[in-house]
């Protein structure tokens, strides 16, 4: 199959049920391919990569083509690949528990897609049921690099305190070290759907936290704060922490700490001290929520 820019937009077309306008709310189609157009007339144009841009106004944000570039190279290391497989065997779960035919999942902050594209991929490989991905991200640099790369997603820069989806259209939402808006998460899932979001635990790159920011309050982490919020939220189904050692090589090193936003306000100092110790792993610490509306 010639899975280029009009494939994508086909893909578009037969599930624009499940968009709708970021303006008035209404009911969107695709017209001629080009564009998905409401009722009202707002028209947002499907790049020839295959991808729609959502957004109001154009949006500034820390996440540019580099980190994107790190964070792809980093994930298709397998850094992630305990996570993402701990995720797929929910859904696989929740799949079989509802017995679902269909099954549309949103990586709400998608960033470069990659977690959405495997975990799809994953699903697909265990499963015959219908599984659609959807990947939102403010950052279009990180839209573009996901859209190059994933062809069975369907890829949208948006802001997700504003989704351009209708109400409880996903069986998933995947909320993956990302901010997260709950209210809108509560109102695209349906009623019987899964939020899982991912947080870091105690130690994650401890190894890293403890050269940046030694004898500071940010040497610990605790993630309590982010668990409060998420229960008052949606209610816990379940919670898993997982952990785990990442080799690592030097070029390895050098491009998680260009993505993580750990090493922002590290000094240079210090992000050259990193470099220069022998550190040949990582620790890798999550805590895996997964929730569902009260």
Not at 50 to 62: A, E, Q, S, W
Not at 250 to 266: C, Q, R
């Amino acid at each position: 199959m010639n899975r280029d820019g009009s494939y994508r937009k086909t893909k578009f077309g037969e599930n624009s049920p499940i968009f709708r306008c970021p303006i008035c709310n209404e009911e969107m189609n695709v017209y001629e391919l080009k564009d998905m157009v409401c009722r009202q007339g707002h028209n947002f144009n499907i790049a020839r990569k295959g991808y729609i841009n959502f957004l109001l106004k154009p949006v500034k944000t820390d996440y540019d083509k580099d980190l994107f570039y790190s964070r792809n190279l980093i994930n298709t290391s397998g850094f992630f690949n305990p996570l993402l497989e701990s995720i797929g065997n929910s859904i696989i779960k929740s799949i079989q528990e509802k017995d679902l035919s269909e099954v549309n999942i949103l990586d709400a902050g998608c960033g470069d897609g990659s977690h959405i594209g495997q975990i799809v991929n994953g699903l697909r490989e265990k499963t015959d049921r219908d599984i659609k991905g959807f990947g939102v991200d403010i950052s279009k640099e990180g839209i573009l690099l996901a859209s190059k790369q994933y062809f069975d997603v369907l890829w949208c820069v948006a802001d997700l305190a504003n989704l351009p989806f209708a109400s409880g259209g996903f069986d998933v939402i995947l909320n993956i070290l990302s901010p997260a808006n709950y209210d809108e998460f509560h109102r695209v899932l349906k009623d019987d759907g899964l939020l899982i979001k991912v947080i870091p635990g105690g130690d994650y790159l401890k190894e890293l936290r403890s050269i940046f920011y030694q004898g500071t309050e940010k040497e610990e982490y605790s993630n309590d704060e982010v668990v409060r919020l998420f229960s008052r939220k949606f209610k816990v189904l379940d919670t898993i922490e997982l952990k785990y050692s990442h080799k690592m090589d030097k070029d390895n090193l050098a491009h998680l700490i260009a993505m993580t936003p750990l090493s922002w306000k590290a000094t240079d100092q210090k992000i050259k001290q990193a470099m220069g110790m022998d550190i040949d792993s990582i620790s890798v610490d999550f805590l895996i929520i997964i929730g569902q509306k009260g």
